[in-house]
């Protein structure tokens, strides 16, 4: 649950820095982080609902957070898609972490959508390579913004929404 509201928390703080240089891009985003974050509480909710009743078994439980997890994982990943072009068209970060992003969305995506199908496992190998370069781009993300914060630059100072 604490996850959840840091999701959408993380995209709250984000809507003021990224709408000054695309609107509807951070409208999406934070749209995006609020939907990964409500699937993520009513998915802890339910998980622990289930967990407390004499219904389901504990394995059942299980199962049915897995598959709300990977619904809160594939819109996350759609999130990335708009996060990161951000990030890089209007070089608010090094373009490096920018472009890392980018492809560890794409890859985590394609990760969620390989585990969807039953053609990889979740939790497997592959799901491991395909899932970790956007969570430690995330981490070195956040790093960055503690330490170094966003770069305004030009796109910044010439952007509308002041």
Do not use: K
């Amino acid at each position: 649950m604490i996850n959840g509201l840091a999701s959408a928390g993380i995209a709250v703080a984000m809507y003021p820095v990224l709408r000054r240089v695309s609107e509807l891009g951070a409208t999406g985003y934070l749209g995006l982080r609020i939907i990964e974050g409500a699937m993520g509480i009513v998915a802890a909710g339910f998980f622990l609902a289930v967990l407390g009743s004499s219904g389901p078994g504990i394995d059942q439980a299980f199962e049915y957070h897995d598959a709300a997890f990977l619904a809160v994982l594939i819109v996350f990943s759609c999130g990335t898609l708009l996060f990161y072009p951000l990030l890089y068209q209007h070089r608010l970060v090094p373009r490096f972490l920018a472009i890392w992003g980018l492809i560890g969305g794409v890859m985590l995506l394609v990760s969620c959508l390989l585990i969807l199908f039953g053609r990889i496992e979740g939790g497997g190998g592959t799901d491991l390579i395909l899932s970790l370069p956007i969570w430690v781009n995330e981490m070195a993300l956040a790093v960055w913004l503690f330490f170094w914060g966003f770069n305004p630059g030009e796109a910044w100072r010439n952007a509308d929404h002041v």
